[in-house]
């Protein structure tokens, strides 16, 4: 039963946890490692394209359709959209 609490409590606590708003210094912080991983990703999509020797439109057309490419796309958006709100009320 005591194991029980301090599971729940850990779990109420890593709740509240994302519930609070990131400060500016994450968000910045956050956006330049998303990024930087990003960039990564996208280096080795067209490193592998190009070691099959896929021409240059399918090689876009696979970055263009790349589900996590895409994902982190969207997040960073939201992520910037976020910092740019808190910037602007400081």
């Given at each position: ?59 876009d057309a696979t970055i263009k359709e790349h589900?996590e490419l895409t994902r982190i796309d969207a ?16």
């Amino acid at each position: 039963m005591v194991t029980r609490s301090v599971c729940c409590k850990s779990q109420v606590d890593m709740t509240e946890q994302t519930s609070q708003a990131p400060s500016l210094e994450e968000l910045i912080e956050t956006i330049t490692e998303l990024t930087a991983y990003r960039e990564r990703l996208y280096d080795d999509v067209v490193g592998l394209g190009k070691k099959l020797r896929l021409s240059q439109k399918k090689i876009d057309a696979t970055i263009k359709e790349h589900p996590e490419l895409t994902r982190i796309d969207a997040i960073l958006t939201q992520l910037k959209v976020q910092r740019d709100t808190q910037e602007s009320q400081t």
